[in-house]
């Protein structure tokens, strides 16, 4: 169980939300590099273990966080991206967020069959975006 914070992609997130990774992929790796060599995926996608889906679906209906939960696909990169480089992950991946370790962690999972899931909260949007807003929203 991997947690921490991620960018959002999609308009709908909002600083403070949680994203519950369904999948993950690298938005920055190319896809050959995953299905043509070991570890021979059949898709570029991470799944996220069903059993932890299922038991953080459970604790989202039994009403048990104040805030947001959203459930989707998380994608990773090596940098903060632009506003170019946005709207290319959107059209290729159309992720909920974006983070820089979350594909990494899912990959060495999935090489050792480790159950894997990902947590983030969103610190940084499309309207507040930035090292300075990441940070900002880090600490509150």
């Known amino acids: 169980i991997v947690t921490g914070v991620a960018g959002a ?3 709908k997130l909002s600083i403070g939300d949680t994203v519950i990774s369904t999948e ?6 190319d896809e050959g590099i995953l299905t043509e060599y070991h570890p021979w995926m059949k898709s570029i996608y991470f799944q996220g273990d069903i059993k932890l889906l299922e038991l953080c679906k459970e604790m989202v209906n039994n009403n048990m966080f104040t ?6 696909k998380i994608v990773t990169g090596e940098a903060f991206i632009s506003s170019s480089g946005r709207s290319d992950i959107i059209s290729k991946y159309n992720p909920l967020c974006v983070d820089m370790e979350t594909a990494s ?5 999935y090489v050792n069959k480790i159950p894997f899931i990902a947590i983030r909260s969103i ?17 509150t």
């Open 9 to 11: 992609i999609d308009n």
């Open 24 to 29: 993950t992929a690298y938005h920055d790796v």
């Open 67 to 72: 805030h947001n939960i959203f459930f989707g």
């Open 105 to 109: 962690i899912a990959h060495v999972c």
């Open 123 to 139: 610190t940084d949007t499309e309207k507040e975006y930035g090292i300075e807003a990441f940070e900002n929203n880090c600490v």
